[in-house]
Nanobody
Framework: QVQLVESGGGLVQPGGSLRLSCAAS????????MAWYRQTPGKERELVAT???????DYADSVKGRFTISRDNAKNTVYLQMNNLKPEDTAVYYC??????????????WGQGTQVTVSS
């Protein structure tokens, strides 16, 4: 019903920036929350940022002030602007979406993930 495709990951030096994109297709009018998660090997996937259909945003304390989540409804795309990147930000970043009429936890749909590596 919904497909999510991430892009924009890569290798960046500490203090650098990256902008991740998540393009949604399918029955997108049912999506009310978009989110970015990240995961490193052996660790639980953690929530990074969320944005609701009304435009409200929330961030993990570890990224607050450095990351910004936004969405462009005309392009059916959500973004994660990551500034002042740190080595501990290294992870696979996943886009997730909540469907108004479904109840999977934590999200109903996942993207395939994009690797972000912060290293000198």
């Amino acid at each position: 019903q919904v497909q999510l495709v991430e892009s924009g990951g890569g290798l960046v030096q500490p203090g650098g920036s990256l902008r991740l994109s998540c393009a949604a297709s399918g029955i997108i009018f049912r999506l009310n929350v978009m989110a970015w998660y990240r995961q490193t090997p052996g660790k639980e996937r953690e929530l990074v940022a969320t944005i609701t259909s009304g435009g409200s945003t929330d961030y993990a304390d570890s990224v607050k002030g450095r990351f910004t989540i936004s969405r462009d409804n005309a392009k059916n795309t959500v973004y994660l602007q990551m500034n002042n990147l740190k080595p501990e930000d290294t992870a696979v970043y996943y886009c997730g979406a909540k469907d108004r009429y479904r109840s999977s936890w934590p999200v109903d749909y996942w993207g395939q993930g994009t690797q972000v590596t912060v290293s000198s």
